[in-house]
């Protein structure tokens, strides 16, 4: 059982970017799978989060407008789609599932990817 998360980088105010988030030995769309941040010194805290079998989805204030979750059945994997981004967005990404009917604000997942940095920068 694994998430592997990708697509981070660095990238200028205003720019685009979208991580992926892939499962391995699990259906990852029978899970809540959500997008976290930690930036350095902060606090990890969630983006976003799908809910199971294309549910309720929610958006951190701070993104809202700016970032979209979906899922990709056919790959097995969530992506996020991130545009706008500002220098306040830097942070190591990750994206995390759990064993539930519903997604969770807090760190309760079962499963984390490694992480991807994002860097917003001119």
């Known amino acids: 059982v694994q998430l592997q998360a990708s697509g981070g980088g660095l990238v200028q105010p205003g720019g685009s970017l979208r991580l992926s988030c892939e499962a391995s030995g699990f259906t990852l769309d029978y899970y809540p799978t959500a997008w976290f941040r930690q930036a350095p010194g902060k606090e990890r805290e969630r983006v976003s989060c799908i809910s199971r079998l294309h549910g309720n989805i929610y958006y951190a204030d701070s993104v809202k407008g700016r970032v979209t979750i979906s899922r990709d059945n056919a790959k097995n994997a969530v992506h996020l789609q991130m545009n706008s981004l500002k220098p306040e967005d830097t942070a190591v990404y990750y994206c995390?599932?759990?064993?539930?009917?519903?997604?969770?604000?807090?760190?309760?997942?079962?499963?984390w990817g490694q992480g991807t940095l994002v860097t917003v920068s001119s």
């Open positions: 995390a599932a759990r064993k539930a009917l519903a997604c969770s604000m807090y760190l309760e997942y079962d499963y």
